[in-house]
């Protein structure tokens, strides 16, 4: 089990410029979730997957903002335009989907992409 | 609107206290309470979690006490060390038609005192 893989730790780019953060999950883990986290608060969701299929989005996600997972392992999230607000931690997370409560459903976070629009 | 309310925003304890940090929320729909580590630039990591059929958790030093007709849930770490010294955020998930959604609180930054 090698824990949630994001790529790459870090980046800088100017406004304006496109940017793609890669995610691959736990190996067995069919759920694949987006969060952005900023100085000081806590995790806020963006996308979710389950297998290749996006089931859900947040409001957060403006259409700037466009996730993909085509064979159901990686998956990518690229922001167009960078804007400076857009300056924070994306955090990819997966967990299974085999129990029908939440408590066998935990994520696990990986070690997060900061990003640092300039 | 913030689904999970944590205090305080900060904590400041010496070497073997007990820092407690609290959470609530109003949603009775969540089912799962865990509790995520987060150290400077790292993403968080689960450190223990409770389902609301139990009243207490506890894991090595970490203990969770859940009060289900409140709807509060706290974090007691027991004989802090300096190592302890984080940023921690409760959560709540309540299951949907298409999968789980968790909700996290805005976080308390623990400094543990040498």
């Known amino acids: 089990d090698t824990g949630v893989s994001q790529d790459p730790r870090h980046k800088i780019t100017k406004r304006g410029q496109n940017v793609t953060f890669r995610c691959d999950p736990i190996s067995e883990h069919n759920r694949l979730y987006w969060y952005r986290q900023t100085l000081g608060q806590g995790p806020e969701f963006l996308t979710y997957f389950q297998n290749e299929a996006q089931l859900e989005k947040s409001r957060l996600l403006s259409d700037r903002f466009s996730a993909e997972r085509p064979k159901g392992s990686f998956s990518t999230l690229e922001i167009q335009r960078t804007e400076q607000g857009d300056s924070a931690m994306y955090l990819c997370?997966?967990?299974?989907?085999?129990?029908?409560?939440?408590?066998?459903?935990?994520?696990?976070f990986g070690e997060g992409s900061w990003l640092t629009v300039v | 609107q913030q689904q999970v309310k944590q205090s305080p925003q900060s904590l400041i304890v010496q070497k073997g206290g007990i820092p407690i940090i609290n959470c609530a929320y109003e949603?009775?729909?969540?089912?799962?309470f865990p509790w995520y580590q987060q150290f400077p630039g790292k993403g968080p990591a689960l450190l223990i979690a409770?389902?609301?059929?139990?009243s207490e958790k506890k894991e090595g030093r970490f203990t969770i006490s859940f009060n289900k007709s409140a709807k509060q849930f706290s974090l007691h770490i027991m004989d802090s060390q300096p190592g302890d010294s984080a940023t921690y955020f409760c959560a709540a998930s309540r299951p949907t038609n298409t999968g789980n959604q968790f909700y996290f609180g805005t976080g308390t930054s623990l400094t543990v005192i040498p």
């Open positions: 949603n009775t729909a969540f089912d799962y």
């Open positions: 997370a997966s967990s299974l989907s085999y129990y029908r409560d939440s408590s066998g459903n935990t994520i696990y």
């Open positions: 409770i389902r609301p059929d139990v």
